[in-house]
């Protein structure tokens, strides 16, 4: 008896993402500096994403951008995103440049202190991300 494969649900069919407290109480930062991608993944593991909707690293970008604590600068034609003198007060930090997909692009990495400040804020960042 083999086991049933499992009915993918397309995106548009995905509950729309939440998180009940008892798992936005569990969210813990990372011990280290991390990209604002790993930050989101860890938002992302509490949710079953076969049934809802993952958080986009966007939606957060756009509320820190909201903030005040990232600006968009532009270079070389392409849209970066950079902390503002707030955001480097909380622990958004502007590191080296890495090559991604054949292009130079700067690197933002998230200290505990700014990862935490985004999990104490889940509830309005999915509100907000809820409202684009």
């Known amino acids: 008896m ?11 069919d995905k509950a729309d993402f939440a998180l009940t407290d008892e798992q936005a109480a569990a969210l813990k930062p990372f011990s280290e500096d991390v990209s604002l991608s790993k930050t989101v993944g860890r938002i992302n593991d509490l949710i079953d994403s076969d ?6 690293r966007k939606a957060v970008v756009e509320w820190l951008l909201e903030k005040g604590l990232l600006h968009e600068v532009i270079i070389n034609g392409r849209t970066h995103h950079d902390p503002t003198a707030e955001g480097e007060l909380l622990g958004i930090k502007l590191t080296d440049y890495r090559t991604f997909e054949g292009n130079m692009v700067k690197l933002c990495v998230y200290s505990p202190e700014a990862q935490q400040f985004i999990f104490d804020n889940i509830d309005v960042i999915i509100e907000f991300a809820s409202q684009e």
Do not use: G, N, V
Not at 2 to 12: F, G, H, N, T, V
Not at 51 to 56: E, P, R
């Open 2 to 12: 083999s086991a049933k494969p499992k009915e993918r649900i397309k995106r548009a």
């Open 51 to 56: 049934i809802m909707k993952k958080l986009s």
